[in-house]
């Protein structure tokens, strides 16, 4: 069996991860509000994770208000949560040597037609990546499903970075999801989709699932926008 099939004992772990998330992301949103900053959700994460079974973080935690969205990989810094703000939140815990890997974006407050034409254009993409995550296609062409959708929405270049990747004891391990990238996907793999759009100095979205493919999303959390009072 290829390393990347991952068995059902390890399916269960990264599960478990995944639920630690899940519980960690429902209680940012209960928890947020305006005033506090990017450093504060992510030490919040961070505390909940420990304190609820996680062994640790499986990656720096992303948080990032507002512009700081374009940025992919932004690292978060006291900026203050203000209205009209879209939230990028990426985060994974680690349980019993495995991985999670979640993202998702919400509002703070009411945010303009751009922005929710931005978040629409992700959430669909994400949604037939999802529904394409199956075995037997190719990592190429499931990186394609999300990126042509994208460009047919007129953000194709906006979409800096590949579809997903393999998760494990790694937060990154093969397969990659991504252009060029010819691996087929077999049942029992575990894979990101995560599609995103990045506007240099407006905005960003990102979001992202944990798939067991042939079993499909481990997140019981759904992807529809979550607007929260100002």
Same mark, same amino acid.
């Not at 997903?164 to 998760?167: K, Q, R, S």
């Given at each position: 069996?290829?390393?990347m099939v991952k068995t059902k004992?390890? &399916?269960?772990?990264i599960k478990r991860a995944v639920d630690i998330i899940d519980d960690c992301y429902e209680a940012v949103l209960k928890w947020v509000k305006g005033g506090v900053s990017e450093l504060d959700v992510a030490n919040f994460i961070e505390k909940f994770v420990l304190e609820h079974g996680g062994e640790g973080l499986s990656f720096d935690t992303i948080v990032a208000f507002g512009v700081s969205g374009a940025e992919p990989h932004h690292v978060p810094t006291d900026k203050k949560l203000e209205a009209g703000m879209l939230v990028t939140i990426d985060m994974g815990a680690i349980y019993g040597g495995y991985c999670s890997d979640f993202t998702r974006t919400f509002a703070? !407050?009411?945010i303009d037609e751009k922005q929710r034409e931005v978040y629409d254009i992700v959430y669909e993409a994400q949604k037939r990546g999802i529904a394409a995550t199956k075995a037997g296609i190719s990592c190429h062409n499931l990186d394609a499903v999300c990126r042509d959708y994208i460009s047919e929405k007129g953000y194709g270049d906006k979409f800096i970075h590949t579809t !997903?990747?393999?998760?494990g004891t790694l937060i990154h391990e093969e397969p990659r999801v991504g252009k060029g990238t010819q691996t087929l996907l077999e049942d029992g793999m575990v894979v990101t989709i995560e599609p995103g759009i990045y506007i240099a100095g407006e905005m960003g979205?990102? &979001?992202e699932d944990t798939l067991v493919v042939g079993e499909g999303k481990l997140s019981r959390l759904d992807t529809e926008l979550i607007i929260l009072p100002a």
């Open positions: 069996m290829s390393e004992e390890q &399916i269960a772990l703070y !407050g009411d !997903g990747h393999g998760v979205v990102r &979001i």
